[in-house]
């Protein structure tokens, strides 16, 4: 490593994310700050398609550092690699498939202070695409921590970390990504649990420091994966923090309310609706519901 000491590593984990990787390579090039003021740290998780050897065209360049998995670890793994590889003071996460604007890593720094830790960044849709009805649920204002203002402080079932900066400290204190969770969804809700217990109200949100995020999904894919998390990484948080069961939805999976509410005849109903009037309540509900089978179908449950 270069003897000026880096101030920010940012870690960017990549799977399959050849359309988007060479755009987001560049906006990171392309910040604001000096090239030796942060380092980059690729991880790619063993790709199916050309991402590696994408990544491999800019590994010369002096702060962008490529590891390559020769077996899928899963995210958490993934970013925990490129943490253990840094060691600057503060770490920014962001995704393979964002790109973000030129002063991204600076906005993030205005924000800290002895209380507060961590930084979640917005995601926002890329311009002139047409948003099909999950997408506009998935960016639009009834979801998480989009429902605070800007500088506000988030509850730590908000704090994600696919755009966000904390302090390097917090992870040496309350550990890393929980490496057992190799499915999709709940790693940055458990690693959000331990740095809460320790920092309450240690979060914050940040419009300013926002990503441009390229990946689309359809209503079926998104509810496959939140079906994966409610059945695997779901029960994992809910025995590993257990004081926080009702923040994680549990009423609604064995509850009689939940059985009532989350039914196949009022499924099926609204699926029908959805067709016609897809408004974003109705896909949170069909989302929801997705959850909740994962969970009702899950062994440790069981």
Request: hydrophobic share 35%.
């Amino acid at each position: 490593m270069d003897e000026i000491k880096k101030h920010i590593d940012v870690i960017i984990p990549c799977y399959n994310v050849e359309e988007t990787i060479e755009e987001c390579i560049k906006s990171l090039c392309n910040q604001s700050l000096s090239k030796n003021e942060y380092n980059c740290y690729f991880i790619n998780d063993c790709s199916k398609d050309s991402t590696g050897s994408i990544l491999d065209k800019y590994k010369s360049i002096e702060n962008i550092n490529v590891f390559h998995h020769k077996k899928n670890q899963g995210l958490a793994m993934t970013r925990n690699k490129g943490i253990k590889a840094g060691e600057s003071k503060m770490i920014a996460f962001l995704d393979g498939d964002m790109v973000v604007k030129k002063n991204w890593l600076e906005s993030f720094l205005p924000y800290f202070n002895e209380s507060i830790v961590a930084v979640m960044g917005d995601n926002i849709a890329p311009q002139n695409t047409s948003l099909n009805p999950v997408e506009k649920y998935y960016f639009g204002n009834l979801r998480g921590a989009r429902k605070y203002k800007d500088g506000e402080r988030i509850p730590f079932q908000y704090m994600l970390f696919g755009n966000a900066m904390l302090k390097r400290t917090i992870l040496q204190e309350c550990g890393y990504f929980d490496e057992s969770m190799k499915k999709y969804g709940g790693e940055d809700t458990d690693l959000s649990a331990r740095i809460w217990n320790t920092y309450p109200r240690g979060f914050v949100f940040s419009k300013n420091s926002d990503s441009v995020h390229y990946h689309r999904r359809n209503l079926n894919e998104f509810c496959n994966s939140m079906y994966t998390y409610g059945k695997y990484n779901l029960p994992l948080l809910i025995n590993k923090h257990p004081h926080y069961k009702k923040k994680f939805g549990t009423d609604w999976i064995f509850s009689f309310k939940g059985k009532l509410l989350f039914s196949s005849p009022l499924k099926i109903l609204i699926n029908l609706v959805i067709k016609i009037y897809p408004f974003q309540i109705l896909i949170r509900y069909i989302v929801a519901d997705a959850v909740i089978r994962g969970a009702r179908s899950s062994e440790i449950f069981g």
